[in-house]
């Protein structure tokens, strides 16, 4: 029985663990930024290749979350995330999800694909926008206003369509 449990703690520990790894070449290079400061202003490639200044998205409430296509907690955020871009359409939103996959576009487009899902993603080739954030693993997410402040940091999966979430972008939007 001994034997039974601690093999369950070292599958859960390695389980929850498993998405607060970094892709190689993640090593903070800078602090990272805090709540009611400006956001860091990155430059991030859609998957067709168009870049994307996070500045350029002043006016709007951006969701900025990174994620990768290997990370579970990720990949059960997501659908949700989904459900939340459409139920913002036409609202001064703007979601960003930034992979941090190696396999950059192939492997988020295989995603995808293989998901029947889809959200504006983006990739962070030089791991810059990962950099800026300080990010320590995956999923993260940060809020920013329609100023350019970060104003709510999420570390680990969230039910992005929940009311309670809405109702905080919203008012956001005001």
């Known amino acids: 029985m001994k034997k039974f449990l601690y093999l369950l703690a070292v599958v859960a520990l390695v389980s929850v663990s498993a ?10 290079k800078q602090p990272a930024p805090s709540e009611f400061h400006p956001a860091p202003d990155v430059i991030v490639n859609s998957l ?20 990768a ?17 459409k139920l913002m359409a036409g609202k001064p939103f703007q979601m ?32 810059r926008a990962a950099k800026a954030y300080g990010i320590t693993g995956v999923p993260e997410t940060y809020i920013i206003d329609k100023n350019g402040l970060l104003i709510k940091k999420v570390i680990g999966p969230m039910s992005w369509d929940s009311p309670e979430v809405i109702s905080f972008l919203e008012e956001r939007m005001k």
């Not at 998405?19 to 903070?28: I, L, V, W």
């Open 96 to 127: 960003v999800a930034i992979s941090i996959d190696e396999g950059g576009r192939p492997a988020i487009e295989s995603f995808f694909q293989t998901s029947g899902l889809t959200l504006p993603a983006y990739t962070d080739p030089d791991n």
């Open 48 to 67: 067709n290749g168009t870049p994307l200044k996070l500045s350029d998205l002043k006016g709007k409430v951006v969701l900025l979350n990174f994620w």
């Open 69 to 85: 296509t290997w990370c579970p907690p990720c990949r059960e955020e997501i659908p949700s995330m989904v459900k939340l871009n």
């Open 19 to 28: 998405c607060n790894r970094k892709e190689p070449g993640m090593a903070r």
